[in-house]
């Protein structure tokens, strides 16, 4: 007797759920680096009219604004190329929104990325490129 395995076609809708699935992990991931780095974690999926930051932290005096890209592989780049400048002109947007919301004035700001490559499935390489776009 032979059996047949019915394997469930990948689909945008499965491959989405994937990929949100992925980003859930890299976010959690990205904040528990971060604080065992000492950042103070102030918000979470902050969204406004101009988007969605990832995580924002306090570092010292410094209010950062850090993008989360993780992948399962590095075929098409590393995650940390996929900010794009528009990306980066949002994530700026997004600052200045925040900022003005919480009428924080007077701080230094930071635009950080953390990039995430899972090697295994309790494995992960992260890169945390500090200060990576914005104003000097």
Request: proline share 4%; with cysteine; hydrophobic share 30%.
């Given at each position: 007797m032979t059996e047949a395995v019915l394997e469930r076609?990948?689909?945008k809708s499965?491959?989405?759920k994937r990929n949100r699935a992925l980003g859930r992990r890299g976010e959690d991931a990205a904040a528990h680096f971060l604080e065992?780095?000492?950042y103070d974690i102030v918000a979470r999926n902050w969204t406004c009219y101009a988007g969605e930051?990832?995580?924002i932290a306090r570092d010292d005096d410094a209010v950062v604004f850090v993008e989360v890209k993780?992948?399962?592989n590095c075929d098409k780049g590393m995650p940390s190329?996929?900010?794009t400048p528009e990306k980066r002109e949002r994530y700026?947007?997004?600052a200045?929104?925040?900022l003005a919301n919480c009428g924080i004035v007077d701080v230094p700001i930071r635009f950080d990325i953390v990039s995430i490559v899972i090697i295994a499935p309790d494995r992960a390489v992260v890169r945390h490129h500090i200060n990576a776009f914005g104003g000097a």
């Open positions: 076609p990948v689909t499965s491959q989405g065992c780095r000492g930051a990832d995580i993780t992948r399962r190329e996929a900010v700026e947007r997004i200045l929104e925040y």
